[in-house]
């Protein structure tokens, strides 16, 4: 499974903006997918999962109410909109999958996760 995330950006505090992940490979409806974030010196951070099937969500606390992960099957992409950014939402964001019918959902463990895209920047300036 290959996964390629596009549509980071600079914004502005208080903007939109919308995270695309498309995978090719095998299966992308029955994996669970998820976004990660990462800044400098930090540790990989858990931001939302999308579980396959029954496209049941789960969201880290700090962006509950303004990100929304979604997934499209028939494109094999998954998606995050995000709103009401602030600039703590600044980092490099990772796209990932389980295996196909595997892992636990949710799962907020980035070890867990097998396949990684390359990542896309959000910057957001106050």
């Known amino acids: 499974v290959e996964l390629a995330e596009s549509g980071g950006r600079l914004v502005q505090a208080g903007g939109s903006l919308r995270l695309s992940c498309a995978a090719s490979?095998?299966?992308?409806?029955?994996?669970?997918m998820a976004w990660f974030r990462q800044t400098p010196g930090k540790e990989r951070e858990f931001v939302a999962a999308?579980?396959?099937?029954?496209?049941?969500?789960y969201y880290t606390d700090s962006v509950k109410g303004r990100f929304t992960i979604s997934r499209d099957n028939a494109k094999n992409t998954v998606y995050l909109q995000m709103a009401s950014l602030k600039p703590e939402d600044t980092a490099l964001y990772y796209c990932?999958?389980?295996?196909?019918?595997?892992?636990?959902?949710?799962?907020?463990?980035?070890?867990?996760?097998?396949?990684w895209g390359q990542g896309t920047q959000v910057t957001v300036s106050s």
């Open positions: 990932a999958a389980m295996e196909y019918d595997g892992g636990s959902f949710p799962d907020v463990k980035s070890a867990n996760y097998p396949y």
């Open positions: 999308i579980r396959r099937r029954t496209d049941s969500t």
């Open positions: 490979g095998p299966l992308f409806s029955g994996r669970n």
